[in-house]
């Protein structure tokens, strides 16, 4: 089995960054894809920054420009670099890894990750 940890979130205010940091241990693998949910209050989970095992990196709109995901092998961690930080970025951030399934390229559905990790609260006010 694969545990995941994300720790780095707190409170932030509009303009400022933080930065995530997804742990990996267990029975760890290369997974197709990595990627970053977020689930504000109120709404539904969105997979909003992804990263391929050859290294391409995908983001929603809503983060293009600001985010920017990444990820260490050799440390089995996922990163997430959040500047520009807005009110709107608030919520409970998740780290996920790929299970495989018949996704193809779409990185941002929530069903193609098996492994997910507990969350991290960001809180921009």
């Known amino acids: 089995d694969v545990q995941l940890v994300e720790s780095g979130g707190g409170l932030v205010q509009p303009g400022g960054s933080l930065r995530l940091s997804c742990a990996a241990s267990?029975?760890?693998?290369?997974?197709?894809?990595m990627g970053w949910f977020r689930r504000a209050p109120g709404k539904e989970r969105e997979g909003f920054a992804g990263?391929?095992?050859?290294?391409?990196?995908y983001y929603a709109d809503s983060v293009k420009g600001r985010f920017t995901i990444s990820q260490d092998n050799a440390k089995n961690t996922l990163y997430l670099q959040m500047n520009s930080l807005k009110p709107e970025d608030t919520g409970m951030y998740y780290c996920a890894a790929d299970g495989g399934g018949p996704y193809g390229g779409i990185w941002f559905e929530p069903r193609r990750y098996n492994y997910w990790g507990q969350g991290t609260q960001v809180t921009v006010s």
């Open positions: 267990g029975n760890t693998y290369s997974p197709y894809y």
């Open positions: 990263i391929h095992t050859g290294g391409s990196t």
